[in-house]
C-alpha cells in the first residue's frame, strides 16, 4: 500500500443480488484506485464509480433542463408532488434500506404508489409465493450441505459471477469440500456458459418450463408419463433427474427471469416451488430466487415491514392496498392512471414498455439518481444523488434475506446528498406546502 | 321497473373506485342523495355528481333496481361490488373488479372487461359482450378460494387464469381463453367454445373444464381416461366427441378435461391408452 | 415533552410493591414517577378506574426475518384488517401480523409498554432491529438464537463451558441482544438435513452433543454471565401428543443447578408442550402434571402460548414443527434455514372449537394458568401470532378473571374435549393483582427490567389506567365483555412519561429504547475468544465477522444493561 493510500476490508459490493462481503477496497486520495476479490462487474463499477455522473440538480425550462440550485430543486419536486392526483414513486432496488423507509413514509404523504423493480423482476416470484409459500435457507445452508444444485431459467456466470465460488458449486462447506462432490443441473433455452459447466444440461424448449416441472413432478411422485417427451425434454430423461433430485441429501434450486419472465409467469414459480415443496417429502430441498439488484430485496423487506406488502402499493386512499397488475408501475402507466413520477435509483425509460414509457415521458418526472440516464434525460427536475456502498453507507438485503451494510469509501462530489437526505428535504418540505394551504 | 341512469361527464384521469355503485346502496335513494356520495379518484375524493350525470331512479325493492352506467369506465373498479340482487348494466367498457365478491342479481357489460372480472363471486350472473382480462373470477391473492357460485358469459375472449382457485359456479367463454384457466380449481365448471392457449386445468383437483376449440397440449399429470361423445355444461349438452383427461395427479386432483376431438388433431397420439 | 403528571385518585395495583388496589396518587415527571410534582402538572382524574405498570410481554414475535415472511406469505390476513392514515398515525395492516407502526400502536392501545422478540437468528438480527425500530411507542428487546448455534455445540461437546460463556457474551454484545433463546435444541440443526430429533438423550448428528446436554450447559453459561433473565427454552417436541414429559424432563434437566431463589430456566409457551396422550384420538391434558411440577419446583417459569379460537398464523424458529404442521393442515408453508444457526417455519393456522384437538390446547393454557400457584413464574402470553393475535390478549384476561367468560365458551367446545378437560371443575377466578403480576410486574422481574413492571419510585413512567371500577369486579366478572372492552381499549396510556393514548386514541408516537446486555467478562477472555473464532467465521459464515456485527450506533435508542460475568 502507498503513501496517503487506505485499504478497506469486507467491504460489501453493490451490484447484484449476492451481495458479496469479501472486497477489498483501496483509496487515494478520496479516489477508488484498487479492488480486490471482486468480479468484472463490481471491479467495474468501483473503478468507473465517476463516468456519466449527475452532477448538480437540474430544472426543465422552456423545454430545456438547466442547472438550478438544491432548494429550487426539492421545491420543484414538492410542488409537482403537492398537485398531483396518482403519483408513481418507483425504482428502490439500488439504494439502501434507510431510504427506502423514507420513500414509503413519502408515498403514504403524498398518496401515491410506490413499487420497485421486482414488478418487472421477481414480482411473479412474490405472486407465488403467496398462494405456496416457499422452503428455502440462507446460502451458507447450500454451501454446506448441497450435493445437488440447480440452476435454472438463470445463467450465474454472467449475471452473479461469484454466486458459484462463494456459496455452491465452487464453494467449500462443512460436509461438501469440492466440487467433485456436488453434481450441477442447469435448466436452460439455450447452452448458456452455466450450461457448460453442468453434469446434466437440459435444453427445453421456449416457453415450456411449465409442462416441465409439471413432468418432474409427476415422475417425484412417482406416477406415469404418458407422453413420450415434454417441452422438448425426452420422458426417460426426465425421469432420470427426477430420481436424482429424490436421492440426493440436500438439494438447491435456483431460479431467474427464465421463469418469471417466460409465458405463465408467476404459474411457473408456483410450480417451481411445488416441486421443491414435493421434494421435502423425499429429502430435503430449498430454493431460491437469484435477485438481480444489490438491494431489491431490501426494498422487498422494507415495504413489507412498514405496509405489509413487498412491491406496488397504492396508498391513495389513506390506507396501504396492494395487487400487482392493478397497482404495479408498468400497468398503471400502461392504463395511463398516474399523473406524475418520482423516480429513485431506477431507469424505467431504458426499461420499461412502450406504452408505459411515452406515458411516464409525458407526466410530470422527477428523477433521483447518481448517473445521468435515459430517465434524468426525459425529467423534468433530476436531482444528484451519492452512490451507496461508494460514498453513502446503507443496509442492504442479500437475496436470502442477510442484512449486511455498505460502507463509505470516499466523500461524494462536494454538496451532494445521499437519497435519504434528499427524501426527507423533500418530504420535509412537501409537509410545509400543505401546511401552508399550497 | 325504473333505471337510475349515471352517464359520465369528463375524463377520469386516475383510479376510481366505484363500489358504491351497486343495487344494495342505491336502491331506494333519490338522485340527489346519490349525487353527494364520495368516491375516490386517484388520492382525491370526488362527488358522484362530479363525475357523472344522474338521472332517473333506482327502485325501491332491490330486486328491481336498474342502474345504467354510460361512458368509458374503463379506469373504474368495483362496479357491483358484492350486489345481491338487481340488475347493473354497462353500457361500454367497464374497469377492473366488476361485481367482486357479487352474491346476487346480474351485471351485463356492453363492451370489454377489465381483469379481475366477479373475483371471489358468490352468486348472480354477469354477462360481457367483448372481451375481458385476465382472471376471470379468481381468487385474491393468497385466500386460496375462487369463485363459490354464480355464472358468468364472455361472449368474446378471456385472458389468463379464468376460475382460478374456483369452488363452483360456471364460467362460459364463447370465444378463446388465455392460458391457465381453472388452474388450481376445485369445483364448477369452465367451458371454453374457442381456443385454449394452453395449461388448461393445471394444479386442478376437482371439477371440470370443457374446451371445444384447440388446446395445444394437455399437461404430462394428467391422464387419458376416455372418449365421451358429448358432456353436460350446466343444463346443456355440449357436443362431442371428446377425450377425456383426469387430473392434476401432481395434486392428487380428481377434475376432468373435456377436449373436443375435432380441434384436437394433434391430441391423437393419446387413443393408444384406450382400453379396447 | 416529559413534564409532570398527576395521576389522581386511581386504584393502583402494583403488585412487586405490594400495593393491591389501594386509592392513590401516582405522580410523574421526566420520565419517572416521583413521590409529588407541581401545580402545573397536567393533571387526570383517575377515581373509579384502576392504575397498573404499563404491559410487559415478554414473548410476541412483532420483528425480524421469520415475522415479515409471514406478512409476505400472507396478504389475505392484512386485507381483513386496514389501519388509515390518521393525523398522528402511519396506515398500516393488522390482524395476525400487523405491519411495524400498527403494531406499536396496537400495543399502546392495550396499555402495553415494553414487549420482546423472543427468537431472532444471530445472522438476521440486523433485521430485527431494523423492524423494532420502526415499531412505535413501545420499549423492546430480542433474544438471540443459541440452541442450534454450531459454535455453541462444539464448545458444550467439548466441555468448554467457559468459552461458551465467553462466546454468548460476544455475541449478545454483538448482536445487542437481550437473553438466551433456546428452539428444539439440536433438532433444528437436524432439520437442516430434513431429518427430526424426539429425545433430550438423542445425539445431533456430526455435533455429538445431546439436546440435555445444550440446555444444561447454556444454563451454566447464563449462570456465569449473571444474565438478568434465565434460559428462555421452547423445548423439543412441541406439538407431539405427550410432550409434556419432554417439558418435565427438560424443566427436571437443571434442577441441580437451581439456587438464588430465583429461576433458573423459562419454559415459553408451555400451552404447545403441555399435551397428554399418545395420539390425536386420545390427546389430553398435561397442564396438571406441569403444574405439579412448577408448583414444587421454584427453578422454572412458564408463559401460556394461550391459544384463541380462529385464524392465526404460526411462525417459530422450530423448522421441523413448522414442516410437520404442514404436512397436517395442507396449508401453505415457508421454511428457512439459516446457516450455522437456526432456522424458521411459518403456516396459517385456524383454530376451530370444534375441533377436539384445538379445543384441548384451549383448555391447556388456561388450566395451566388457574393451576399453577405462583402468579410471580407464569406469564399471560398467546406466542403471538401463534396461539394468536396480541390484541386478543383482553380475551385471555377475562377467561382467566371471570369463571362465567371460561363457561360460555366451554359450552360451545368440542363436547369430548370438554368432557376429558379438568377446566369445567376449576372455580378459581383471578383478581386484579395477579393479573397485573402476570401480565406487568412478573415478566419485568423475570427480565431483569429494574426499572419497569412497577410504579414504586424512579421507576420507568410506563403507566395504563383502565376503564374498569374496582369496587364493581363482580358485576364485571359476571359480564366478561366489559372486562375484555376495557383491557382492549386503555383510557390513558403513559409511556416514559408521555400521555400516547387517551380513550383508545394515540396522541403522540414517540419511539422506545432498545434493551441488550453486556456481560462483562475479562478482557483477555474475549480477545482470544475473538482470535480463536476470527480464523472460523468464514469457514461456518458467508458473511465476514466484521459485518457480522452490529454497532450499537445502528439502533435508534441503545439502552444498555451491563452485568458482570464470574468469568
Not at chain 1, 473503478?47 to 429550487?72: A, Q, V
Amino acid at each position: 500500500m502507498g503513501f496517503g493510500e487506505s485499504t478497506f476490508k469486507d467491504v460489501v459490493c453493490t451490484v447484484c443480488g449476492c451481495c458479496c462481503d469479501h472486497l477489498e477496497v483501496t483509496v487515494k486520495e478520496n479516489t477508488i484506485v484498487k479492488v480486490k476479490n471482486a468480479c468484472a462487474m463490481s471491479t467495474s463499477k468501483l473503478l468507473n464509480y465517476m463516468n456519466e455522473r449527475l452532477m448538480k440538480p437540474m430544472i426543465r425550462r422552456r423545454g430545456r433542463l438547466s442547472g438550478c440550485s438544491y432548494s429550487d430543486a426539492i421545491d420543484a419536486a414538492a410542488k409537482i408532488l403537492s398537485k398531483s392526483r396518482s403519483p408513481l414513486l418507483y425504482g428502490w432496488s439500488l439504494t439502501s434500506c434507510e431510504a427506502v423507509e423514507v420513500g414509503v413514509e413519502l408515498a403514504e404523504e403524498v398518496g401515491g404508489f410506490i413499487d420497485n423493480t421486482t414488478s418487472t423482476c421477481h414480482g411473479p416470484t412474490i405472486l407465488g409465493v403467496h398462494e405456496i409459500g416457499e422452503s428455502s435457507s440462507t446460502l451458507g445452508e447450500v454451501r454446506h450441505r448441497a450435493d445437488l444444485i440447480i440452476y435454472w431459467g438463470c445463467n450465474p456466470v454472467h449475471a452473479h459471477p461469484l454466486h458459484m465460488s462463494r456459496y455452491t458449486l465452487l464453494s467449500k462447506g462443512r460436509f461438501r469440500k469440492s466440487r467433485s462432490e456436488r453434481t450441477l443441473i442447469v435448466v436452460d433455452v439455450r447452452r448458456t456458459d452455466t450450461a457448460k459447466m453442468a453434469d446434466i444440461f437440459i435444453q427445453v424448449e421456449p416457453n415450456k418450463d411449465y409442462e416441465l416441472i409439471s413432468a418432474l413432478r409427476a415422475a417425484v411422485r412417482g406416477d406415469e408419463i404418458e407422453q413420450d417427451e415434454v417441452g422438448g425434454v425426452p420422458t426417460d430423461l426426465i425421469e432420470e433427474v427426477a430420481e436424482k433430485l429424490i436421492s440426493c441429501e440436500f438439494g438447491a434450486l435456483f431460479f431467474g427471469l427464465g421463469l418469471t419472465m417466460s409465458p405463465g409467469k408467476s404459474e411457473n414459480v408456483d410450480a417451481a416451488l411445488s416441486l421443491v415443496r414435493d421434494l421435502n417429502s423425499k429429502t430435503k430441498f430449498v430454493i431460491t430466487p437469484m435477485r438481480g439488484h444489490f438491494n431489491v430485496n431490501g426494498a422487498n423487506n422494507v415495504m413489507t415491514w412498514t405496509t405489509g406488502y413487498p412491491y406496488a402499493i397504492d396508498f391513495t386512499r389513506g390506507f396501504p392496498y396492494y395487487n400487482p397488475g392493478e397497482t404495479s408501475a408498468v400497468d398503471l402507466l400502461a392504463r395511463g392512471e398516474c399523473d406524475s413520477a418520482l423516480i429513485v435509483a431506477s431507469d424505467p425509460v431504458s426499461n420499461f414498455p412502450y406504452r408505459a414509457t411515452c406515458n411516464l415521458t409525458s407526466m410530470p418526472l422527477i428523477t433521483i439518481d447518481p448517473h445521468i440516464t435515459p430517465t434524468v434525460l426525459c425529467s423534468d427536475v433530476a436531482i444528484p444523488s451519492a452512490l451507496v456502498g461508494i460514498e453513502t453507507s446503507g443496509t442492504v438485503y442479500r437475496m436470502d434475506g442477510v442484512p449486511l451494510v455498505t460502507r463509505k469509501l470516499v466523500e461524494p462530489p462536494r454538496n451532494m446528498k445521499s437519497d435519504t437526505e434528499i427524501l426527507k428535504d423533500i418530504l420535509r418540505h412537501y409537509r410545509n406546502l400543505k401546511r401552508s394551504g399550497r | 321497473m325504473s333505471a337510475l341512469k349515471l352517464t359520465l361527464r369528463r375524463t377520469v384521469v386516475a383510479p376510481l373506485h366505484l363500489e358504491i355503485i351497486s343495487p344494495d346502496n342505491l336502491s331506494g335513494k333519490r338522485w340527489r342523495e346519490i349525487g353527494e356520495y364520495m368516491v375516490w379518484e386517484g388520492n382525491r375524493k370526488v362527488k358522484l355528481r362530479n363525475l357523472f350525470k344522474i338521472e332517473g331512479e333506482a327502485d325501491a325493492n332491490l330486486q328491481d333496481t336498474l342502474i345504467e352506467i354510460v361512458g368509458d369506465m374503463s379506469r373504474g373498479r368495483r362496479i357491483g361490488y358484492r350486489m345481491s340482487g338487481g340488475v347493473i348494466r354497462v353500457r361500454g367498457h367497464c374497469g377492473l373488479h366488476v361485481g367482486e365478491s357479487m352474491r346476487g342479481g346480474r351485471i351485463i357489460v356492453d363492451g370489454d372487461a377489465g381483469p379481475w372480472l366477479g373475483a371471489n363471486m358468490a352468486g348472480g350472473t354477469i354477462e360481457v359482450s367483448g372481451n375481458a382480462g385476465d382472471y376471470v373470477a379468481a381468487a385474491s391473492l393468497g385466500t386460496g378460494k375462487g369463485m363459490t357460485g354464480g355464472s358468468i358469459t364472455i361472449k368474446g375472449n378471456s385472458g389468463s387464469q379464468a376460475g382460478a382457485w374456483m369452488y363452483s359456479g360456471l364460467i362460459r367463454i364463447l370465444g378463446s381463453s388465455g392460458m391457465f384457466p381453472g388452474v388450481h380449481m376445485r369445483g364448477g365448471t369452465i367451458h371454453i367454445a374457442g381456443e385454449c392457449s394452453g395449461r388448461a386445468g393445471a394444479n386442478m383437483r376437482g371439477g371440470k373444464i370443457v374446451v371445444s376449440g384447440k388446446l395445444p397440449t394437455v399437461l404430462p399429470s394428467f391422464t387419458f381416461e376416455d372418449i365421451r361423445s358429448q358432456t353436460r355444461v350446466d343444463k346443456d349438452n355440449v357436443e362431442g366427441p371428446f377425450y377425456v383427461f383426469s387430473g392434476d395427479n401432481n395434486e392428487d386432483g380428481d377434475g376432468r378435461l373435456f377436449i373436443k376431438i375435432a380441434s384436437n388433431p394433434q391430441l391423437k397420439w393419446c387413443e393408444k391408452f384406450l382400453e379396447v | 415533552m416529559r413534564g409532570e403528571i398527576a395521576i389522581l385518585n386511581g386504584t393502583v395495583f402494583d403488585p412487586a410493591n405490594r400495593i393491591f388496589g389501594e386509592r392513590m396518587d401516582i405522580f410523574v415527571k421526566d420520565g419517572k414517577i416521583v413521590s409529588s410534582v407541581s401545580s402545573k402538572a397536567q393533571r387526570i382524574d383517575a377515581s373509579g378506574r384502576v392504575v397498573m405498570p404499563g404491559g410487559v410481554d415478554i414473548h410476541s414475535h412483532i420483528a425480524g426475518s421469520k415475522v415479515n415472511s409471514g406478512r409476505l406469505l400472507r396478504p389475505e390476513d392484512h386485507r381483513k384488517d386496514v389501519e388509515a392514515k390518521t393525523s398522528t398515525t402511519h396506515s398500516g395492516v393488522g390482524y395476525s401480523i400487523p405491519s411495524t407502526y400498527t403494531t406499536g400502536y396496537r400495543y399502546a392501545k392495550m396499555g402495553y409498554t415494553t414487549v420482546f422478540e423472543p427468537a431472532t437468528p444471530p445472522l438476521k438480527t440486523r433485521h430485527t432491529h431494523e423492524e423494532l425500530d420502526s415499531t412505535p411507542i413501545i420499549d423492546k428487546g430480542c433474544f438471540p438464537l443459541f440452541g442450534n448455534n454450531w459454535f455453541v455445540m462444539e464448545y458444550l461437546r467439548d466441555g468448554k463451558v467457559e468459552d461458551c460463556a465467553t462466546y454468548v457474551a460476544w455475541m449478545l454484545k454483538a448482536l445487542k441482544g437481550y437473553a438466551i433463546k433456546i428452539v428444539d435444541p439440536g433438532g433444528v440443526e437436524v432439520w437442516g438435513w430434513g431429518k427430526f430429533l424426539r429425545h433430550l438423550d438423542e445425539k445431533v448428528t456430526y455435533f455429538d452433543v445431546t439436546p440435555r446436554e445444550i440446555v444444561r450447559g447454556l444454563c451454566k453459561v447464563n449462570r456465569l454471565l449473571n444474565l438478568p433473565h434465565p434460559i428462555h427454552v421452547h423445548t423439543n417436541n412441541l406439538g407431539n401428543p405427550g410432550n409434556y414429559t419432554t417439558t418435565i424432563e427438560t424443566m427436571d434437566s437443571v434442577r441441580d443447578m437451581a439456587g438464588g431463589g430465583k429461576p433458573i430456566i423459562h419454559i415459553t409457551h408451555v400451552q404447545f408442550t403441555g399435551f397428554s396422550g399418545s395420539s390425536w384420538l386420545n390427546l389430553g391434558s398435561g397442564a396438571p402434571e406441569i403444574a405439579e411440577y412448577v408448583n414444587r419446583h421454584g427453578h422454572v417459569s412458564v408463559d401460556l402460548g394461550q391459544i384463541i379460537f380462529g385464524d392465526t398464523t404460526t411462525m417459530t424458529a422450530d423448522g421441523p414443527f413448522q414442516y410437520f404442521l404442514h404436512m397436517l393442515t395442507d396449508n401453505k408453508w415457508v421454511n428457512m434455514d439459516v446457516e450455522a444457526e437456526t432456522g424458521s417455519g411459518i403456516v396459517p393456522f385456524q383454530y376451530k372449537r370444534s375441533n377436539y384437538v384445538n379445543a384441548i390446547q384451549w383448555g391447556i393454557g388456561l388450566e395451566l394458568a388457574l393451576l399453577i400457584e405462583d402468579p410471580w413464574r407464569v406469564f399471560m402470553t398467546t406466542d403471538h401470532p401463534n396461539g394468536g393475535p396480541f390484541t386478543s390478549y383482553p380475551r385471555v384476561i377475562a377467561w382467566l378473571m371471570s369463571r362465567k367468560a371460561r363457561e360460555r365458551t366451554l359450552s360451545k367446545i368440542n363436547r369430548t374435549a370438554r368432557r376429558r378437560l379438568t377446566l369445567p371443575s376449576i372455580e378459581r377466578e383471578y383478581t386484579l393483582e395477579e393479573i397485573a403480576t402476570i401480565t406487568r410486574a412478573a415478566p419485568a422481574r423475570s427480565l431483569g427490567l429494574k426499572d419497569k413492571g412497577h410504579l414504586g419510585l424512579g421507576a420507568d413512567a410506563d403507566i395504563a389506567i383502565y376503564d374498569i371500577n374496582p369496587s364493581n369486579m363482580d358485576v364485571l366478572t359476571g359480564k366478561p365483555s366489559k372486562l375484555r372492552r376495557a383491557f382492549g381499549q386503555a383510557y390513558y396510556t403513559i409511556k416514559n412519561g408521555e400521555v400516547v393514548v387517551r380513550d383508545g386514541k394515540i396522541l403522540k408516537t414517540p419511539f422506545g429504547r432498545t434493551f441488550y446486555v453486556e456481560s462483562q467478562t475479562k478482557p483477555e477472555m474475549e480477545s482470544n475468544l475473538l482470535r480463536s473464532i476470527e480464523a472460523k467465521f468464514r469457514d461456518y459464515y458467508t458473511v465476514g465477522l466484521e459485518n457480522y456485527q452490529i454497532n450499537e450506533s445502528y439502533l435508534r435508542n441503545p439502552a444498555k444493561i451491563i452485568c458482570e460475568a464470574e468469568i
